[in-house]
């Protein structure tokens, strides 16, 4: 006998009043409805081993057995019956209601609808008693601690639903997909699925820290915890946890996303809405997350009895929730993937410890670092909080400072030039634990190559420090310290009416995007200064593009609405371009960068800024055995 398990209350048919108030309607639909209710039921029976058997796709024989707390033999016939419960007794305990079950329906439901037995024993009974649905009778039998309830023959008196029903195999894949959704969020729980005499699915109770992670990689597979992060967050009495799909890993259907609000399996817009949201700036298109997330929140800021299958539900803050799961995703989904892998290769109790270490000095207070500040500092300072590593800040700035657009590749050379004899030093001591290592090589002018502990890693270079800049830009510009450098000498262009017309339209917002632009004669235009991370860029290309975006736009709404997309082509030219030659010392600044910058690991189109290529890949691909 499992020590957790309580004798449970009796069951008790619910008074009238209390029958009026409950969401009714169809619970048996098809043989998956059956097993999700049984399991149910088993769950909240205290088991912690749920052994499903079916025959034909689960219409001829559904059975569950469960080593719950039983069902004493006088309350036998009770549950059956309609809106008996033992899980509720009045309006109080509804609205605060932490069992899967509150209705005091499914067994009768389903009893309705097929020949039912219960089978059942609980600490107090010295052997186990069977109830026969159809006759009612009640005879000793032999069986352990639980229950097993045996459904046969379901519809056999509507042969009209029965014929709604599809093959075995599609009623089948149901069931396992019922019983899926009960494991992902007990792993605690042993569950075994049984078909037509063999097993089918077979998910191991699970224990300890790492207990979640564990159950999801039996369930969805180990690449869906490969491909995701961990998401930990509390927000009051609201606790979000689970795992986020990385943008690589999203699909064409939203067929993998599993949310869980108190345990219990829901589909919910408000949520749904908040975690595609939280991918808008990495996902791009259509394409959908995959990830399981669980919503832990006081039962009583949620009402589960809105849908007679509870799959839907309604919460009395729903901007809370929304809010909530958005900055829970938003914020796991920030952390470069390099850097979390690496905090948890060093041993780190889990995930989540190891992405809320690395996420709170960096770049979290990075905005309030830069209140108040001296804007030539800015640069600086956006490195210095990350505390990452000294030498990357110093080559992160200098990688800022190099010229890009006067063709030459001086400033580059000199930054590797001036990097001084200490910091190279520190560089070679500390490349064993860079997440993306040491850098190697540039290829075609487009990707550095480099070495890491796992394997090859391989940059999109442009791809990259676009991002880089972009985050830059978005940071400075939420703390209003997007500031902008006059310009020695104004860039002119000849421009079109069009673009004239913008440029004074727009003035102000050009301001706040820390660009200058200035009619010089009737069909010219002078760039007079350009946003300081973005100095060393080409100011012509920058004003034009920037002015054929705005465009676009009405003038007056324009930042609320397209700021990230202004920003985004800013940022194109703030970075470095392909074919430039870089420096290994350059090529090494890059990626320290990289492993301080939120979504760094993808490019502001949504693709990704680097690759793995692991030593088994590569051994595999020269078929070395190892
Ligand atoms: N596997 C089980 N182990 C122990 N008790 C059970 C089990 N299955 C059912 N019961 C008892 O039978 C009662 C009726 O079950 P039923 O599923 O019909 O209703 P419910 O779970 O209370 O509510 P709902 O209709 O919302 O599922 C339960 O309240 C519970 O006391
Ligand atoms: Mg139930």
Not at 217 to 228: H, I, M
Not at 555 to 577: I, K, P
């Amino acid at each position: 006998m499992h020590p957790s398990i309580q004798p449970q209350r009796a069951i008790r048919e619910l008074p009238d009043e209390l029958i009026s108030q409950i969401a009714a309607g169809e619970v048996v639909e098809r043989p998956a409805s059956v097993v999700r209710e049984l399991v149910d039921n088993a769950l909240d029976a205290g088991a912690t081993h749920i052994t499903v058997r079916l025959l034909s796709g689960g219409v001829r024989l559904i059975s569950v057995e469960d080593n719950g707390a039983g069902i004493p033999a006088d309350e036998l016939p009770i549950a059956l019956k309609r809106h008996a419960t033992s899980k509720i007794t009045n309006l109080n305990e509804l609205e605060s209601v932490g069992t899967m079950g509150f209705r005091g329906e499914a067994l009768a439901a389903i009893h309705s609808v097929s020949e039912l037995s219960l089978l059942s024993r609980t600490a107090l009974q010295d052997h186990a008693m069977r109830l026969d649905g159809r006759s009612g009778e009640l005879q000793a039998a032999a069986r352990a601690l639980g229950t097993t309830v045996e459904v046969k023959e379901l519809f056999y008196s509507t042969p009209a639903r029965r014929k709604f029903l599809k093959t075995d195999a599609t009623e089948l894949a149901h069931c396992v997909e019922a019983v899926r959704r009960h494991a992902l969020s007990r792993p605690q729980v042993g569950f075994e699925i049984w078909h037509d005499g063999k097993l089918v699915e077979q998910w191991r109770s699970q224990t300890g820290n790492e207990e979640l992670d564990r159950r999801l990689a039996d369930v969805l597979g180990a690449d869906f915890l490969k491909n995701s992060v961990a998401v930990q967050f509390t927000q009051g009495n609201l606790h979000v946890f689970g795992r986020a799909g990385i943008p690589d890993a999203a699909r064409a259907r939203a067929d993998h996303q599993f949310l869980y609000v108190n345990g219990r399996f829901v589909r919910d817009k408000v949520v749904t809405h908040a975690a595609r949201s939280a991918y808008e700036d990495v996902l791009h298109g259509h394409r959908q997350p995959v990830y399981a997330l669980y919503l832990d929140m006081d039962p009583t800021r949620v009402d589960v009895n809105v849908h007679p299958t509870k799959i839907e539900l309604r919460f009395r803050d729903g901007r809370e929730v929304h809010q909530a799961v958005h900055r829970a995703v938003e914020s796991a989904l920030a952390i470069p993937r390099a850097n979390a892998a690496m905090v948890q290769d060093a041993g780190a109790d889990n995930a989540n410890a190891a992405a809320s270490a690395w996420r709170v000095p960096a770049w979290q207070q990075a905005p309030m670092a830069l209140q108040g500040q001296n804007v030539q500092d800015l640069g600086q300072i956006w490195q210095k909080s990350e505390g990452f590593s000294t030498s990357a800040t110093d080559s992160g700035e200098k990688f800022h400072d190099s010229p890009e657009v006067h063709g030459e590749n001086q400033g580059f050379t000199k930054i590797g030039a001036s990097a001084d004899a200490s910091n190279t030093a520190a560089h070679q001591d500390l490349n064993e634990s860079w997440p993306l290592g040491k850098a190697l090589a540039q290829l075609q002018g487009v990707y550095i190559l480099a070495e890491n502990k796992q394997g090859l890693v391989l940059v999109d270079m442009h791809a990259a420090h676009e991002r880089i800049v972009y985050e830059q830009l978005k940071l400075q510009i939420d703390a209003h310290q997007l500031s902008s450098q006059p310009l020695l000498i104004p860039a002119t262009f000849p421009a079109t009416e069009q673009e004239i017309a913008t440029a004074q339209a727009s003035e102000q917002v050009l301001i706040d995007l820390g660009i200058e632009i200035s009619l010089l004669t009737a069909k010219t235009l002078a760039v007079r200064a350009v946003p300081i991370t973005l100095s060393k860029g080409d100011p012509v290309a920058l004003a034009r593009s920037v002015l054929a975006e705005l465009q676009q736009h009405d003038a007056s709404t324009v930042l609320q609405r397209a700021q990230n997309e202004l920003l985004a082509t800013m940022a194109c030219h703030g970075a470095v371009r392909a074919n430039r030659k870089l420096t290994v010392e350059e090529m090494n600044a890059l990626l320290r960068q990289m492993e301080i910058t939120p979504r760094s690991d993808q490019c502001n189109h949504g693709r990704p800024t680097w690759r793995q290529i692991s030593l088994r890949e590569l051994d595999a691909l020269f078929m070395r055995g190892r």
